[in-house]
């Protein structure tokens, strides 16, 4: 079989300053191309696993981009991600019921009796956090550690500076265990949190954090008016479940070393060449343009930044299969 | 010739004459009706700049939206006509504005600056409590389920119906429930507000009593936006149509107000017919010359 089409542009590869910069590039180009004619549910953005899309999530909510999510349920829908937000709203709201039941139940040792106790313990008081460590003195001795750390972890949440040190605090506390015990695929899942402290890491303060990801997530009051609902979205799916898709224009985040060949399947016999077939669904989905990112910098979960290689994928290619394009000089 | 003459001229070329009619119409209020297509996204969008043009300060300006997107996309069109201090309009969907004074004010209602937003399944999960306390043993009787009520009650808030007659009309096998019901809705409410959290709803309800219950608050806000646009207004609720109504009745009626065609009352959305004392005073015909 031979290819049809006639010749579009050669495939783009962008490196990009870190994964903020390969969100506002995606979107700026995007819309770039829904003023040049192309709807944007003709452009598709893949990438090899479902944390990789959470950067842009943020950018698309916060600009109010509507998109749909074809790798799993909407990222700030996911139990894991309301688990971790549900210890920043008690912090910023002592008195949400509801996150409060989530929090207290993912201690060990303690049910719906007894957080419902401790609830009752609390809820009046002029500040419940306060009284938190009282509130847990009738707790058996065995739930008593990790009642205690639980209340060291709210002590370091009051005292964080910032939404992304929230994030952080919740990723090193107890909620690792729980996560681990909890969820199948804790691995991936603990990736997407990590993801969720860099995205958290653009946002003023916990307050703005999550009014933001409640309001801006979706156009709301969308659930009140189904027929508002936008035809029109920005499609985002992992590379896999693109298999036999086709968009316009095709974007590919994170062609780096590290997150596309996945490192996990690297470790299996084999995995090298299934991530080079994974690779070529990736770049054969365009039908006019492609344009593979490439960040040179990371970000761990505290900040610090790291390097990037690009993808090896890329560097076995002949240079004359692509054209590398600064961000800057595609969109201002 | 100053800056303003400028923009206003250049607004005025990129308009049709009818358009522009709307567009540079006086005060007082005005209702734009408008075919699909016919540009009326832009004359609400040119009619901001148009204001700006003619010294409005843009924070006096509110520009309410049916979603975040459209707020920004014409929010910076506003932007690439006059530059930026369009920025300061007061722009957003209901919800978002709503959210904003609501921050400032929560105090007066018995709510703390920093209430939670719900979600829907913190909607659900709330109302689950809620039915417990009730009593209900969820798993044994055949009840409406949390997301069913949380549909309910939502509606009925909306639309000003009374929970009784919603399930009546919509939901008749759960009739047998009505009273319960409406017991959950009470506890639904206390618990929300002891909880210092907001669903979507409240955002709205809580601003119109705000603006009803607090006239300083309204006369405040009534003057600060000496003009007040709403796009797509066939589509807006009763709640929305008397927020601003209310806003309106202390602005001088400076209310423009777009719709594309009018609609009648339709129950399935959460909509109702409201009574508007805007009037026409120019009226697009479909498909004229701007471009989209």
């Keep these: 079989m031979r290819p049809t089409r006639p010749d579009g542009p050669k495939p783009f590869l962008v490196p990009v300053r870190d994964v903020y910069e390969e969100a506002r590039f995606v979107v700026g180009r995007a819309l770039e191309l829904r ?7 003709r452009i598709g953005v893949l990438y090899r696993a479902h ?11 916060r600009r109010g981009i509507p998109y749909e999510v074809r790798s ?45 106790r401790i609830w009752e313990r609390i809820r009046g008081s002029s500040d419940p956090l306060d009284e938190l460590e009282e509130a847990g003195d009738f707790l058996p001795s065995y739930v008593l550690p990790s009642w205690r750390r639980f209340v060291e972890d709210v002590k370091a949440l009051r005292e964080a500076q910032s939404p992304g040190e929230s994030v952080e605090i919740v990723l090193s506390s107890d909620y690792r265990d729980y996560l681990r015990t909890t969820y199948d695929d804790p691995e991936s899942r603990l990736e997407d949190l990590y993801q969720l402290a860099v995205l958290a890491g653009q946002y003023g303060s916990v307050e703005e954090f999550l009014t933001q990801l409640v309001l801006l997530g979706e156009l709301y009051g969308g659930d009140l008016r189904p027929d508002l609902r936008d035809p029109e979205r920005l499609v985002l799916s992992s590379v896999h479940q693109a298999k036999g898709l086709e968009w316009w224009a095709v974007f590919v985040l994170r062609v780096v070393e590290g997150a596309f060949p996945s490192p996990m399947s690297l470790r299996e016999d084999e995995g090298e060449e299934e991530e080079r077939r994974a690779f070529y669904v990736a ?10 990112l490439y960040p040179i910098t990371d970000y761990t979960p505290s900040g610090s930044a790291v390097l990037m290689g690009p993808s090896r994928f890329i560097r076995e290619l002949d240079e004359d299969l692509y054209q590398v394009v600064r961000s800057e000089e595609m969109t201002g | 010739m100053s800056l303003r003459r400028i923009h206003i001229d250049r607004l005025r070329r990129e308009l049709n004459p009818q358009q522009w009619a709307a567009v540079s119409a006086g005060p007082g209020p005005k209702l734009v009706i408008a075919g699909a ?17 003619q010294g409005v300060d843009p924070s006096n300006i509110l520009m309410v939206t049916f979603t975040n997107k459209a707020a920004r996309e014409m929010l910076s069109r506003v932007e690439a006509l006059v530059g930026p201090e369009a920025r300061r309009v007061w722009g957003g ?10 921050r400032g004010y929560a105090h007066l209602l018995g709510y703390r600056p920093n209430y939670t937003i719900l979600d829907e399944e913190d909607q659900r999960d709330f109302i689950r409590l809620c039915i417990t306390d009730e009593g209900i043993p969820l798993k044994e009787v055949r009840f409406p389920s949390p997301a069913l009520v949380r549909d309910v009650l939502s509606f009925s808030r909306n639309t000003g119906i009374p929970v009784p007659e919603v399930l009546e009309r919509y939901h008749p096998y759960f009739l047998e429930w009505a009273e319960v019901l409406e017991r959950v809705e009470g506890r639904y409410r206390d618990r929300k507000l002891s909880a210092n959290a907001m669903d979507y ?13 607090f006239p300083e608050v309204s006369e405040l806000y009534g003057r600060k936006f000496e003009h007040i646009l709403v796009d797509e207004y066939q589509d807006t609720n009763l709640l929305q149509a008397e927020i601003v109504e209310l806003l309106a009745s202390k602005n001088g009626r400076n209310i423009m107000v777009v719709a594309t065609t009018p609609r009648a009352y339709t129950p399935s959305g959460g909509r ?11 009226t697009l015909g479909p498909r004229s010359s701007s471009s989209r």
């Excluded at chain 1, 770049?283 to 593979?292: D, I, K, W």
């Excluded at chain 2, 109702?272 to 120019?282: E, G, I, L, M, Y």
């Design chain 1, 35 to 41: 003023d040049e004619g192309v709807p944007l549910n």
């Design chain 1, 51 to 61: 944390s990789h899309s959470m950067v842009l999530q943020g950018e698309l909510a």
């Design chain 1, 72 to 116: 799993g349920l909407r990222f700030f829908e996911q139990a894991h991600v309301k688990d971790v937000l549900a210890y920043l709203r008690v912090v910023h709201n002592p008195y949400d019921e509801v996150a409060w039941r989530r929090v207290l139940l993912m201690i060990p040792g303690i049910g719906n009796m007894r957080a419902a």
């Design chain 1, 283 to 292: 770049t054969t989905r365009a039908q006019q343009e492609l344009y593979l």
């Design chain 2, 37 to 53: 297509g016919s540009g009326k996204t832009r004359v609400v969008t040119y009619r901001v700049a148009y204001l700006i043009a």
């Design chain 2, 93 to 102: 969907t209901f919800h978002a504005v709503g959210n904003r004074l609501l």
């Design chain 2, 201 to 213: 709803d409240d955002l709205l309800l809580n601003w119109l009593r705000l603006l009803r219950e």
């Design chain 2, 272 to 282: 109702a017919t409201r009574t508007s004392s805007a009037s026409p005073s120019a």
